[in-house]
């Protein structure tokens, strides 16, 4: 029994599993250590679980039919390089959230209501944006959306106070919305096309006309795009992830915006023939993103809100490499949300602590925290440096292979991005020596309390993840060559639809008759 | 291979419309409330759009009570019901926040955003910045007074086309009987402004 055998019964793990733990956390939620122990050894598994699912992909997507019905009428898995590399490091990185939260969970003494909540949620959220992962079908997309946003709007609004009700409420709002113009672009799909299935659909789509495919194409960026927080769209991210406990900002921080951006590189290169004016779209949408994003968080004077608004800006850098529409762009942006995935939840982990010594998070009541806690320090320093794209560490890499194709394909746009893409970088730069500045090395403008503890179980996560960011770096090579190979299968576009129908496209007619006949009836 | 009938119904397509413009018009409505009933509306909206894109209703998709040709869609109903169902799970969760906020505040409309208010305060700290020095004393802003001048203007301008268009019965005598039009028009104007505000 190889890898693969293993890979293909392993698939609808990273679902099930968390989903079974969500129950019975809900179950236990009289039983914090329980609670504890069943929440971990799901994400632990769910980790095991995409790491063997990164080397089995490496060699073919693995496609799981559930409930043995086949692809165009049942519902199928299908875990390739790109949703296999975005499950490990999103389960590993969620591992590390929950650890850290259960600590400070543990440290505050609040195991009553909130955390009773807290551990089916979060394995809520982590079900739902694995499947959105893993999702081969694009109303299954859809319910692994619905299931992860469901999840985020009650974290969100964790113990329902007034400020988190407030942002909460703008959060809501624009993720309903967000949700029904994704539902009318399936609807639109499924009457032009008569199919949901995302191989079929990436047939079906190259032979209807070309207005209809362009506005679907159209609602799906717009529906991926407010999740994504594309330039537009993004105003109601800085308002509402810092209202949240640090480790839900974090892990929305880090994954959410990225669910969107992979839902964004999957349909876009999966189901629409390549479309200059969609990539030119792109590509303004990116600048846009970029400038104006860390324009917002030079002007922020509170760390968290800085950090939420460089999110939005190096959103920006993502969708620039997909809008080159080539390998080396669409492996550069595949590398580009590896390492901010991590780098964002780090820097939100880290803040955390911040708060913690520091008592807030203003950088005017911030100051001399090098001195008062050496550690600290660096645990913020490294990761503040890789966002920023300092060399050698992995956001300077992710950076140059942009930069590199941006040039390499030398239209004015792409040379206007890769200026846009090198202020913005000496910009973000500008922002975070700046907190570093008023947080770490000034005198504190007000007294910063003495001897205030950090537990242990929140700085190991913490530090866990700064070194995760560091070994991004020293394993930069294997892993840009596999996003390589990522983003050759994603444009190719036969080796998706080909593990998905491997007797050709009329598979279904094995099945049943009457299936075929409602599948080709459109 | 039979060819399905996609001539969608002219009523479903309205009712689709309908919903959608009163679901966005109330999606822009400042209370909760309101903001969740456009939610439903448009949620509904987007569900009879399943129903059109699965085709001509026909008989139940049962195999054996209905010939093939004349099944309707089931997958559209199946993927309208998980909408449903999602859709009922948010609605809840939205009820719940708009009741606390109303604990909490009292009403449930959603407050601006931080920067909004950052923004209004900083306006409202410049404002003495844009005061003119000789209305200080009076306490009137350079803005009072160009809303009292813009009045004046108002109704002056007002007055001249009520004078040509409207007006001319009350006054076309006057005119008629020999007045010059370059000395006359500033007494005129202003009787005009008069005559207006004692009409209203």
Redesign the interface.
């Known amino acids: 029994m190889d890898v693969t055998d293993v890979a293909k019964v392993v698939v609808p793990l990273p679902v099930v599993l968390p989903l079974i733990a969500a129950g019975l956390t809900l179950a236990l939620w009289r039983h914090a250590r329980a609670q504890r122990i069943i929440a971990t050894a799901a994400l632990s598994l769910v980790l095991v679980t995409a790491v063997v699912l990164l080397v089995a992909a490496d060699s073919g997507p693995v496609v799981v039919d559930v409930g043995e019905w086949g692809a165009p009428v049942g519902i199928d898995l299908v875990a390739d390089r790109l949703s296999a590399l975005m499950l490990t490091v999103s389960s590993f990185v969620m591992l590390c959230v929950l650890l850290y939260s259960l600590a400070q969970g543990v440290a505050d003494g609040d195991e009553e209501a909130p955390v009773a909540i807290y551990h089916p949620t979060f394995m809520v959220l982590a079900a739902g944006v694995f499947n959105a992962f893993l999702s081969g079908d694009l109303f299954n997309l859809y319910v692994g959306f619905e299931i992860f946003l469901a999840a985020s709007y009650v974290l969100l609004t964790l113990g329902g106070t007034g400020e988190r009700i407030r942002a909460g409420s703008i959060y809501v709002v624009v993720a309903l919305l967000s949700s029904i113009i994704f539902l009318v672009a399936i609807a639109l799909t499924y009457a032009s096309t008569g199919t949901v299935n995302l191989a079929q659909l990436s047939e079906r789509f190259a032979e209807i006309d070309p207005g209809v495919r362009l506005t679907i194409q159209l609602l799906l960026l717009l529906a991926f795009g407010i999740k994504a927080a594309l330039f537009p769209l993004s105003s109601w991210l800085p308002d509402s992830y810092p209202t949240a406990p640090a480790p839900v900002t974090a892990v929305f921080a880090g994954l959410l915006t990225k669910v969107g951006v992979y839902a964004i590189i999957r349909t876009q290169t999966l189901l629409f023939p390549p479309d200059s004016r969609v990539d030119e779209l792109l590509m303004w949408l990116a600048l846009l993103t970029m400038v104006i994003g860390i324009l917002g968080a030079v002007a922020q004077n509170d760390i968290k809100r800085l950090l939420s608004f460089t999110l939005v800006s190096h959103i920006g850098y993502m969708i620039f490499g997909i809008a080159l529409a080539s390998e080396p762009g669409m492996a550069a942006a595949i590398f580009y949300v590896v390492h901010h995935i991590t780098v964002q939840t780090t820097l939100f982990l880290v803040v955390g602590l911040v708060e913690r010594r520091g008592g807030s998070t203003s950088l005017d009541r911030l100051g001399g925290l090098a001195k008062l806690a050496p550690g600290l320090a660096i645990l913020f320093f490294v990761p503040a440096m890789n966002l920023a794209g300092i060399p050698p560490l992995s956001g300077f890499l992710g950076k140059l292979g942009l930069l590199e194709e941006g040039v390499a394909q030398g239209t004015p746009l792409t040379w206007a991005l890769v200026v846009g893409s090198v202020v913005t970088s000496l910009l973000t730069l500008y922002a975070i020596v700046k907190a570093w500045n008023k947080a770490f090395w000034q005198t504190p403008p007000v007294e910063i309390p003495e001897g205030v503890t950090m537990p242990r179980g929140m700085v190991g996560p913490a530090t866990a993840l700064v070194a995760f960011g560091l070994a991004l770096t020293l394993v930069a090579g294997p892993l840009y060559s596999y996003t390589e190979r990522a983003a050759t299968t994603l444009l190719d576009g036969h080796t998706y639809v080909d593990a998905v129908f491997p007797d050709g496209s009329d598979r279904g007619q094995g099945e049943s008759s009457e299936v075929a006949e409602d599948g080709d009836g459109s | 291979?039979?060819?399905?009938d996609?001539t969608p119904s002219l009523v479903l397509v309205l009712a689709i419309g309908v919903l959608f413009a009163a679901g966005v018009y109330l999606?822009l409505e400042r209370s909760?409330t309101r903001?969740l009933l456009g939610?439903i509306l448009?949620?509904n909206g987007?569900n009879l759009?399943?129903l059109?894109?699965?085709?001509r209703a026909g008989g139940a998709p049962i195999?054996g009570t209905t010939p093939?040709e004349e099944m309707s869609?089931p997958?559209?109903q199946a993927?309208v019901l998980?909408?449903i169902v999602?859709t009922l799970?948010?609605t809840a969760?939205?009820l719940a926040?708009a009741y606390?906020?109303w604990q909490?505040?009292g009403h449930d409309e959603?407050?601006d955003?931080?920067?909004d208010r950052r923004v209004a305060r900083h306006a409202a700290r410049n404002a003495p910045a844009f005061e003119d020095l000789d209305t200080e004393e009076s306490g009137q802003t350079l803005d009072d007074e160009a809303a009292e001048v813009h009045d004046e203007t108002d109704g002056d301008g007002d007055g001249i086309t009520d004078a040509r268009l409207d007006v001319p019965s009350a006054r076309g005598d006057r005119t008629a009987s020999g007045g010059t039009p370059g000395g006359a028009d500033g007494t005129d104007d202003a009787g005009t402004g008069q005559d207006e505000g004692r009409e209203r």
Do not use: W
């Open positions: 291979m039979n060819v399905i996609m999606l909760l903001v939610f448009m949620g987007a759009l399943f059109v894109a699965g085709g195999v093939d869609d997958l559209v993927m998980t909408a999602i799970g948010l969760f939205v926040m606390r906020s909490l505040h959603v407050q955003d931080l920067e």
